[in-house]
Structures are given as structure tokens and as C-alpha cells.
């Protein structure tokens, strides 16, 4: 058997075009990250200076002969940007925790009312206003409404942590509180986005079809965690170099199985994620091994699939800065409102429920990973996608700022979160 290989100049080319991408997300996220905003923005941010908004605008044979030198490059840029996709919803599905404190029930399920089941049924009205310029070429309604829903409604889990310890208040009662929400609020949005990408790719909806969908990725989900949970630890005595090359085995292997059954790659990774977690366990030496690689990803292959990401804006010809607008103040609206409304029902003080109403609307990563997977399915057009990434870079800033100012004003406000502490 001969594999075709790419010639010397073009491997040259592509390993510019990685350093590049690299050296623009690592410099503009660091920038992001002392101006203590999220780093992945200012990722996306590199990666859009690299593109059609900025510098291929000014100088595109310049910038053309770092990313499109030869015909296939773009394809083999993708495999590192399909790689960061997976290896980032792999440590969300290792970090994911769904344990429900009973003393806090009524606070988690008001919050997750509000901030997802409210947000969605309110923007079911205007998924037609919006539909001429957001629908991709596949041209399945059904498919984008799902996509513009999730969309409205979807929080970050990452950016929130990282601000969360950046703010030293993680493990607080409010940090608590948003992290749980957030992971069962992503959990029922994968599921759904997994749902609308099996529309997208048979083209038409099914009743028995989409209940399908619905009951293999629950099922898939259940399985894994009851399986999982009844096996014992493998972890004491595998060696690191072995724990990581079992892990990539199963984490490639599985999503490429998965998807030949209509399981896409990003929900599989998330589910592997969360099976090494459960099997291998959370105890210190998994933990460190675990850190390890999420350092390794974290420094190459996710920062490329954000420069990626950014690369692809293009603000100039694919955009509507009115349209932008109306979608971002409807998607925080609806976040921030519904979260309003159902904690009116809860003792916690007017300062508590606001900060929620905010810090819900932080999209984040998975924002991102929802507009590129929805593009890339033809789900949602290059506006719609470019629409996505800028709510989740600018919903993000707001709420990173939101927080530190709002502890800057009263350092116990995290603690302090019902009427009744308040008023001691």
C-alpha cells in the first residue's frame, strides 16, 4: 500500500501557516488574558487579524501564500482543526460533573428554567425574521431553528471557570451553582445540536427519526455513566505513556465509530471525556495526568481551532452590524430576563439574581463550537456563523467584566446570596 504525501515545500507551508496561526492566538490571547478578559477571545481575535477582516484584506498575496500555497492545504488545516474540536469537548467531557445538592434544588432547576427552557421558547418567534440571511445551503429549517434556539441559550463552562478562578471565588455557593447548570444546560444543547445535524444530513425530519436521535444520545449518556460508574479503576498501575495512548485510542476510535451511526464527532468526544473520568477516576495522579494533556491541547491544537475559527470572519463582506445587534440583544435578553423571572420565586437577594442573569450569558467555547459545527454541516450561512462567534466573544467580555466589578464593589457578594445573609 502507498500513501500520496504532501511534498517538502508543501509540509513547509503548512508548518508556517501552524506557527503563524500560533504565534497570532498566543500573543492577542495573552493581551486578552492582562486586560483580564478571556483568553479565548483574544484567540479568535488572532486568528481574524490573519483573515479576510484584516490583513489577507490588505495584503492577500501575502497572507495567501502562508494558507492557500497549495490547492489542499485548507483540508490538511482542517485535521488540526477538527483535532482541537475534539480534544476541547474531550476535557469538557473529563471536567463535567452532575452531581445536584438537594439543599440548593430549588435554586438550580430556577436557574435552569430561566436560562434555557424560557430563552428558547422566546426565540421561536423570531427564527423566520432572522432565516433569509441566517439558513446555510442545506436550506433544512427545522435543522437551523434548532441551531438559532441552542444559540440564544447556550453558556460557557470553561470561560466561566477560568474567570471563576481568576476571581478566586471558585467553589463559592454562586460558582457552584452556575457550573452545575451549565453542564446539564450543555448536556441537553449537545443533544439537540446533535439532533439538528441528523436532519441536516438526511434532509427532512422524521418523528420516529428525531426520537431516535433524542433516545441513542440519552442512551448513549446513561449507558456510559451507569457502565462506567460499576467498573473499577485501571488507572493505579498503567503507566502514564499508556494511560494517554489508551485514552487516544478510544477518544479517535469512537468518535470515528459513533459517527457511522449518526453520532457526531463532537458529542463523542464529550462522552469518551467523561468515561475516562468516571473509569480512570479523579484521584490526584489522574488528575496530574489529566492537566498534563490538558496543557498540551490547550497550547496547540485549541488554539488552533480558535485561530481557525477567527480566520474565517470575514466583517467586511459576510456581515450586518444591524443584524448582529438584534440577535445579540435578543439572545441576552431572553438569557438574562428568563433567569430574572424564575428566580423571582427563590430568597436570594436582587444583587445574587442579576449577577446570574449575567453570568449565564457567557457562550464561550461552547457558542463557538456550535456555530463551527453547525457550518460545517451547511446548517447556518458564513453570516449566521459570524453572528454566533461575535455574540460568544462579546456576551464573554461582558460578563468577565460584569463579575470583577461587581466583587470590586463588595468582595462577600458571592458568599452573601439570599435576602437573609444580606441583611446581617
Sequence with gaps: MTLSTLSETEVISTLLALSSLLVSAYVIGTIFEKLKAPRVVGEIMGGLILGGSCLYYFYPSGIGKIFMAYEQEGKVLNIFY???????????????????DHENGKILGCVFIGATILPMLGAIPFISMFQTFFIGEKSNAIAYG???????AITSIPVISK??????????????????????QDLCLW???????????AGSLKLLDMLGVVF?????????KIISEHMHSWNK?????????????????????LY???INIMYSAFLVGYVVKTVAGIDCETKTRMESLGNFAFSFFIPIYFALVGIQLNLLNNFSFIRFALFFALAFGLEAVGTLIMLQWTNLNYQTKLNFAVTMNARGGPGIVLATVAYSYGIISIEFFTVLILTTMLSSLIAGYWLRRQQKKDKNIFMNLTVENTNR
Excluded: C, E, H, W
Design 216 to 224: 441513542i444520545t440519552l442512551g448513549l449518556f446513561a449507558a456510559v
Design 82 to 100: 477538527q483535532l482541537g474540536l475534539i480534544f476541547l469537548m474531550f476535557l469538557s467531557g473529563y471536567n463535567t460533573k452532575l452531581k445536584v
Design 191 to 201: 443533544i439537540l445540536l446533535n439532533a439538528a445535524t441528523r436532519i441536516a444530513s
Design 146 to 152: 434548532l441551531v438559532f434556539v441552542i444559540g440564544v
Design 237 to 257: 498501575s498503567i503507566k502514564p505513556i499508556d494511560f494517554y495512548t489508551v485514552s487516544f485510542v478510544v477518544l479517535l476510535a469512537v468518535s470515528a465509530v
Design 260 to 262: 457511522m451511526v449518526g
Design 163 to 184: 474567570i471563576f478562578f481568576d476571581m478566586g471565588i471558585m467553589n463559592t455557593k454562586f460558582s457552584d451553582t452556575v457550573l452545575t447548570v451549565s453542564t446539564f
